[in-house]
T-cell receptor, first 116, second 107 residues
Framework: ETGVTQTPRHLVMGMTNKKSLKCEQHLGHNAMYWYKQSAKKPLELMFVYSLEERVENNSVPSRFSPECPNSSHLFLHLHTLQPEDSALYLC???????????????FGPGTRLTVL | GIQVEQSPPDLILQEGANSTLRCNFSDSVNNLQWFHQNPWGQLINLFYIPSGTKQNGRLSATTVATERYSLLYISSSQTTDSGVYFCAVPDDYKLSFGAGTTVTVRA
């Protein structure tokens, strides 16, 4: 595997389900990100992790719970979601997090989530 | 946060035509990325360009950081160029994205 991978690619879940999205980067980067892309809206940042520590939580509802066990893996745990949470969820990585030393971000293929 | 505006919002091209996409941003930045999002949602990195001009095949990009804009040129367009083109600039820990330009290339 190369670059940034995400599984599953598609997910349909009910509002009472619990599911997890997985992201893995094979680039040796230190920072990982979750973005949400809703229909007709620009991408919006959800979470940033740098060396497994969360450095940004962009006012995301608690029904989204991130986990970063190491610098190569990032999870997004989902529970009691709402239909308006249906969107494309994109994972990205960069050498370092933003701020002073900005680096190019590389994105995975995304998970298309539908909440019924 | 930094505001990013892209124009035009939609572009329909005949195969073989050339086009220019524009990205304006509201504050000084130390870098800028251009992406192509394919119909399956994958964001493909096109350019990482703080200033000056870069070329990659039929695509090229120019960023004039002092005037807060960047241009993406598509030459001799092909149907595979269809999709949404985004520019994005660093804004604290994140990338701030424009709303995108949807390009449709007709055979």
């Amino acid at each position: 595997e190369t670059g940034v991978t995400q599984t599953p690619r598609h997910l349909v879940m009910g509002m009472t389900n619990k599911k997890s999205l997985k992201c893995e980067q094979h680039l040796g980067h230190n920072a990982m990100y979750w973005y949400k892309q809703s229909a007709k809206k620009p991408l919006e940042l959800m979470f940033v992790y740098s060396l497994e520590e969360r450095v940004e939580n962009n006012s995301v509802p608690s029904r989204f719970s991130p986990e970063c066990p190491n610098s190569s893996h990032l999870f997004l745990h989902l529970h009691t979601l709402q239909p308006e949470d249906s969107a494309l969820y994109l994972c990205a990585s960069s050498q370092d997090p933003g701020g002073v030393s900005y680096n190019e971000q590389f994105f995975g293929p995304g998970t298309r989530l539908t909440v019924l | 946060g930094i505001q990013v505006e892209q124009s035009p919002p939609d572009l329909i091209l005949q195969e073989g035509a050339n086009s220019t996409l524009r990205c304006n941003f509201s504050d000084s930045v130390n870098n800028l990325q251009w992406f192509h999002q394919n119909p399956w949602g994958q964001l493909i990195n096109l350019f990482y360009i703080p200033s000056g001009t870069k070329q990659n095949g039929r695509l090229s990009a120019t960023t004039v950081a002092t005037e807060r804009y960047s241009l993406l040129y598509i030459s001799s367009s092909q149907t595979t160029d269809s999709g949404v083109y985004f520019c994005a600039v660093p804004d604290d820990y994140k990338l701030s994205f424009g709303a995108g330009t949807t390009v449709t290339v007709r055979a």
